[in-house]
Antibody, heavy 120, light 109 residues
């Protein structure tokens, strides 16, 4: 069965960096794009962008350029989200989500989420 | 950028029908997906491409899309349907992006 398992919660100080992992299993990793979605405390879902798992080419949504980097390690079927120069407003749950089919935008499987807390 | 508007809350008695709207400019020309999110859990896809259901999702969940409004309908509502619901589309404008609705809290009375 398809599973996306994310790394555990992180507590970071402002200015630090964090790297969240998303390990996929139960399907061919490079056949489906991976999206990233942010959810701030008590707020709605916000799309951060996606990465083509076949080519490694990332696409970032407005507001997620510069400090946010999507990457892959296809040898272990894992996608990564790295955030640098963390700010308090980056405190949120970050989800990886598989795209049903490239171009459909439909996110059919989601990771369990990783809470990143930024606090001094 | 493209905006999707949902009512903040919908209340429904068990066994009744809940309708959650998602408003957007000419949304009928786009494919709409719906997600259910229970507290402390990841979202779950319940309807995709306006009206299709993933395997394992009860037939009680259905969707429609026309004009400027898409609708998720939950028939014979159960206590377990209490959750936040989000609509989502792909906006292929000058700066293509995935757009989520503002979310609707469904309360089962």
């Amino acid at each position: 069965q398809v599973q996306l398992v994310q790394s555990g919660s992180e507590l970071k100080k402002p200015g630090a960096s964090v790297k969240v992992s998303c390990k996929a299993s139960g399907y061919t990793f490079t056949s489906y794009a991976m999206n990233w979605v942010r959810q701030a405390p008590g707020q709605g879902l916000e799309w951060m962008g996606w990465i083509n798992t076949n080519t490694g080419n990332p696409t970032y949504a407005q507001g997620f350029t510069g400090r946010f980097v999507f990457s892959l390690d296809t040898s272990v079927s894992t996608a990564y989200l790295q955030i640098s120069s963390l700010k308090a407003e980056d405190t949120a749950v970050y989800y990886c989500a598989r795209e049903l089919d490239i171009g459909t935008s439909c996110l059919d499987y989601w990771g369990q989420g990783t809470l990143v807390t930024v606090s001094s | 950028s493209y905006v999707l508007t949902q009512p903040p809350s919908v209340s429904v008695a068990p066994g009744q029908t809940a309708r959650i709207t998602c408003g957007g400019n000419n949304i009928g020309s786009k494919s709409v997906h719906w997600y259910q999110q229970k507290p402390g859990q990841a979202p779950v896809l319940v309807v995709y491409d306006d009206s299709d259901r993933p395997s394992g999702i009860p037939e009680r969940f259905s969707g429609s899309n026309s004009g400027n409004t898409a609708t998720l309908t939950i028939s014979r509502v159960e206590a377990g349907d209490e959750a936040d619901y989000y609509c989502q589309v792909w906006d292929s404008s000058s700066d293509p992006e995935n757009v989520f609705g503002t979310g609707t809290k469904v309360t089962v009375l």
